[in-house]
């Protein structure tokens, strides 16, 4: 048996600048994985199968893990199966990747149960074709995304801790394009708050204590609690901006400070609110439970 896990991702920059002419929005992000994360189990198995932990929190048709399982399975013409358990931590729909991160962890631990020899950019190919966000998920840590965000360039992971909070809110089946649909060209930017991100990781210098995200400039039309849930950070000190599109919120603490914070940001928004760590990069052998 082998055990993954597959951990959720925040966005410390997202920033938009423009549309394209393919109907895409061009995007500069430095996106940082996080401690918190789902986990998976893979068995070998004649037959290839899903289940799913809690029963009910992800359609396991639907599910990007099994989408990954087939992928790889027909793509390195694998006749064999395996039995795939998927232990959910990371909230559905929340901006946190969860369901990326699941389906790039199927692409390392079937890698290894089925003894494939393919290479990171071999998984990373595999992985555009699973969603925008699953290709940096095969590798992690910290990375500048560009284009639409399947541009990856890997950075050094700085030292950080935040407080991450999840509000029980409904979830558009098409969130993320309905977000996007509500920009206009004044929240567009020019990258600056990105690259001044960057090379402030290059320097190994201290992160601006703010996120940034182009969504929170319409993030108030789309999310009836957005202005409260910003309340309730702003209450502690802290200066929070959307996970992805969200509705889930991050904000960085100073360290040491993430779990009381968090705590405090419960309290006030009435919301489930978790400390988290950043994690660096991985290899191919992916995150074994415990690690």
């Not at 990375?143 to 029980?168: I, M, N, S």
């Amino acid at each position: 048996m082998l055990r993954l896990l597959a951990p959720a991702k925040v966005n410390l920059t997202f920033e938009v600048l423009g549309r394209r002419d393919d109907g895409y929005h061009e995007v500069r992000t430095i996106l940082q994985s996080l401690s918190l994360a789902d986990e998976l189990t893979f068995e070998a198995s004649d037959d290839l199968s899903l289940t799913v932990e809690p029963e009910g929190a992800a359609p396991v048709e639907e599910n990007l893990v099994l989408a990954a399982a087939r992928l790889l399975q027909r793509e390195a013409s694998v006749s064999t199966g395996a039995a795939i358990h998927l232990r959910k931590r990371i909230p559905m729909a929340g901006g946190l990747g969860g369901g990326s991160s699941d389906a790039a962890t199927a692409l390392l631990g079937l890698r290894r149960l089925w003894g494939l020899d393919l290479d990171a950019d071999a998984l990373r190919e595999l992985a555009a074709q699973l969603g925008s966000d699953v290709p940096f998920f095969v590798s992690g840590g910290t990375a500048l995304g560009e284009g639409r965000g399947e541009r990856l360039t890997p950075l050094p992971t700085p030292q950080g801790e935040g407080v991450v909070a999840v509000p029980d809110a409904s979830r558009p089946r098409d969130k993320t394009g309905q977000m996007y649909g509500l920009l206009r060209p004044e929240h567009y930017t020019d990258g600056s708050a990105t690259a001044e991100a960057e090379a402030r990781m290059r320097r190994g210098e201290p992160l601006d204590a703010h996120a940034v995200n182009a969504f929170d400039g319409v993030a108030a039309e789309a999310y009836p609690f957005y202005a409260a849930m910003r309340e309730a950070f702003e209450g502690v000190g802290l200066r929070p901006a959307l996970c992805g599109a969200g509705p889930s919120m991050f904000a960085l603490a100073r360290e040491g400070k993430a779990s009381g914070l968090a705590e405090s940001v419960a309290v006030r928004s009435g919301c489930p609110a978790l400390p988290v760590w950043f994690r660096g990069a991985w290899g191919l052998e992916g995150i074994a439970v415990g690690q």
